[in-house]
């Protein structure tokens, strides 16, 4: 399970930086959100990875947990902080400013992340 759960991660990442590098060519509303929404997934995949004999909630817990951490995280405008939000690498994870609606998109990207895990684990387990 841990080696599906990587390659749902690389398949969430990489769907992430094409939802930004080619937003011009996605409606606006699906631009404006698809990356969050992509990111939050990807860090209940990860946490899955990580905790594959945990259970599906505990994966859903430390998900808002850490997002919502990253996302309050923001209002802490430090300079060393900016300095790390100020690379590529650093603002994909960390983010630049706090923003309410990111927390609205985190939690649909949980949701959403939940539900298929929760669909494929029903088609893998019926085999």
Not at 3 to 13: G, P
Not at 92 to 110: E, M, N
Request: glycine share 8%.
């Amino acid at each position: 399970m841990r080696i599906a759960y990587f390659i749902v991660i690389v398949i969430t990442i990489l769907f992430g930086l094409a939802s930004r590098k080619w937003s011009h060519l996605l409606l606006s509303f699906v631009a404006q959100n698809a990356g969050d929404i992509l990111w939050a997934m990807m860090v209940y995949f990860g946490f899955r990875c990580l905790l594959v004999c945990k259970s599906t909630r505990t994966a859903i817990w430390l998900s808002f947990v850490f997002s919502f951490g990253i996302e309050f995280s923001q209002l802490y405008q430090g300079v060393w902080m900016n300095e790390i939000r100020g690379t590529s690498l650093g603002a994909l994870i960390l983010g630049k400013g706090f923003l309410a609606v990111d927390l609205i998109r985190y939690t649909a990207g949980i949701i959403i992340a939940t539900v298929l895990d929760k669909i494929a684990l029903k088609f893998i387990l019926r085999r």
